[in-house]
């Protein structure tokens, strides 16, 4: 992500970054080749892939990889099952609804998928403490965030934006992975709306991080979408639910 925040920088660079690991470039390329992207040809190196699929689908593609290595290192839990498919569920959707907030759509996705990465970090450094909050039904009117601080002295938003800070992501990701639960004011950035969108819709779709009861409905949800948009996504929500539900898996089936 440092390298790639430069946009001059030489393709050849990326490949040599990447080649360190033989690995990871080789689960790169099975991705890229993968039933989901639809490439016309078969994508041979990274070079190939960056050439064909764009530096942005590369980095996005990268992303996912490296958060599922992550988690590999994790002890594997229902709540760590449940998170990873909650991030992959905002992901997916908002490279769907990107377009609507004139947004990049890989940029989008590779911000959503990393929005609960606090999340994620506290479920692998204390486990047995935080595996405790997934455990609950939560009430809607309960709040997550000051149980968090009160058990662990930082909620998952404040642990997300440190890392992301940390790993020198780009400034709007950080914001994305503090805020992402404060509804979107008029100054946020379209890029924290469509994540709070996500969000919200994955919990309603079904792949809610945290166990709760359905908290809004669809014309709700709607409801933070861009005006444009909100009449389509209501009267096609069942067609909505299963293309995500159909990428999802085909992202999962890709990386076994």
């Known amino acids: 992500?440092?390298?790639?925040?430069?946009?001059?920088?030489?393709?050849?660079?990326?490949?040599?970054?990447?080649?360190?690991d033989a690995a990871f470039t080789a689960d790169v390329l099975r991705l890229a080749n993968s039933p989901l992207l639809g490439a016309r040809v078969t994508i041979r190196s990274v070079l190939h892939a960056v050439t064909l699929l764009g530096l942005e689908r590369i980095k996005s593609l990268a992303t996912t990889l490296a958060l599922k290595v992550f988690l590999r290192n994790t002890?594997?839990?229902?709540?760590?099952?449940?998170?990873?498919?909650?991030?992959?569920?905002?992901?997916?959707?908002?490279?769907?609804?990107?377009?609507?907030?004139?947004?990049?759509?890989?940029?989008?996705?590779?911000?959503?998928?990393?929005?609960?990465?606090?999340?994620?970090?506290?479920?692998?450094?204390?486990?047995?403490?935080?595996?405790?909050?997934?455990s609950l039904v939560w009430d809607p009117n309960e709040d997550l965030l000051l149980c968090e601080q009160s058990l662990l002295g930082v909620d998952h938003c404040q642990a997300g934006k440190w890392i992301l800070e940390h790993w020198e992501f780009p400034e709007e990701f950080c914001e994305v992975a503090l805020l992402?639960?404060?509804?979107?004011?008029?100054?946020?950035?379209?890029?924290?709306?469509?994540?709070h969108a996500g969000s919200?819709?994955?919990?309603?779709?079904?792949?809610?991080?945290?166990?709760?009861?359905?908290?809004?409905?669809?014309?709700?949800?709607?409801?933070?979408?861009?005006?444009?948009?909100?009449?389509?996504?209501?009267?096609?929500?069942?067609?909505?639910?299963?293309?995500?539900?159909?990428?999802?898996?085909?992202i999962e089936c890709a990386l076994l």
Request: charged letters at 20%; a negative charge.
């Open 200 to 250: 919200q819709i994955a919990d309603l779709l079904g792949y809610p991080a945290i166990k709760h009861p359905p908290l809004v409905e669809a014309s709700v949800v709607a409801s933070f979408l861009p005006e444009s948009y909100r009449r389509r996504f209501e009267e096609h929500f069942d067609i909505f639910s299963e293309e995500v539900a159909f990428r999802i898996n085909g």
């Open 75 to 134: 002890t594997h839990s229902e709540a760590t099952e449940a998170c990873w498919r909650h991030n992959l569920a905002v992901a997916v959707i908002c490279e769907k609804i990107a377009p609507h907030y004139n947004i990049d759509s890989d940029v989008c996705y590779t911000a959503s998928l990393l929005h609960d990465i606090g999340r994620l970090a506290l479920l692998r450094a204390c486990p047995e403490r935080y595996d405790g909050v997934f």
């Open 1 to 20: 992500m440092m390298l790639t925040s430069n946009g001059e920088v030489p393709l050849a660079k990326i490949q040599e970054v990447l080649r360190t």
């Open 180 to 195: 992402h639960h404060t509804a979107p004011g008029p100054e946020a950035s379209d890029l924290l709306r469509s994540v």
